[in-house]
């Protein structure tokens, strides 16, 4: 799944190319991966775009009337600029035509992302978006981080991926810092120097992951269709069996809660 750097990058590339632009009309949306009124959304002017953990929000503007076009891109989804008239690839749910021709491509083979559009309240995000209520990794204030998973009960890595909690981390980025932080996946109870140490290789990690454009594991590309290069910087996640890059120990792989976590068993021992 895109996490944080993908969607950020994505976010990055529609700002540069929609904002104040405006949506002339809608040429397909497949009813079952949306939600609220599509009428609204033809004529409407771009004024924001935002990323809230993993997921992307539009600020619309239509006459007196303003909205939120949320989406979220599940597993495979991407958000695709392409020129006027371009040939739907196969799994496009949504194709949005600009008043300068261009169009917005929503794609998604495995249909696990959806879209929304809701009312904008006088501040935040409308509840009917579902936008996760976590923290932002690049924003949480040290004490803030501290309070949200010192003293708990769970392994750090199941933690980590409560998007309750901490928004935009997910399998991926919560086994790079990890391993950077030399804490293993299953630890607990952790101590206030060590949380500190890990909310510093959080924000190391994504900072250099959205330098790179994002890990394209499988189908992630950023809003021009290209691919990101950090996955050829990963240090342990999906490096089974590999030699660690620190002390040449194989990488070993956990399931915790149905999810694959990964770590060298001598940099993060228990």
Known sequence: MPELPEVETIARGLRSALLGRRIAAIAHLRKSIYSGPASHIESAKVAAIERAGKYLVLSLHTGKKNWQ?????????????????????????????????????????????????AAAPAQGFAPSLGIA???????????????????????????????????????????????????????????????????????????????????????????GGNPGAFHFQHQVYARTGEPCATCATPIRRIVLAGRSSHFCPRCQPR
């Open 133 to 223: 209520p976590g923290a932002e990794p690049l924003e949480v204030t040290p004490d803030v981080f501290v309070a949200l998973f010192r003293g708990r009960n769970a392994p750090i890595k199941s933690a980590l991926l409560n998007q309750s909690l901490l928004r935009g981390v997910g399998n991926i980025y919560a086994d790079e810092a990890l391993f950077r932080a030399a804490i293993h996946p299953r630890a607990r109870n952790i101590s206030k120097p060590r949380l500190l140490r890990l909310r510093n290789e959080i924000r190391a990690v994504l900072n250099a992951a959205i330098a790179a454009g994002g890990s394209s594991i499988s189908d992630y590309v950023d809003s």
């Open 69 to 117: 076009l949320m989406i979220h891109l599940g597993m495979t989804g991407q958000v695709l600029i392409v020129p006027a008239c371009s040939e739907r690839a196969r799994h496009t749910h949504a194709v949005f035509i600009l008043d300068d021709t261009r169009e917005i491509h929503f794609r998604d083979p495995r249909r696990f992302g959806r879209i929304a559009l």
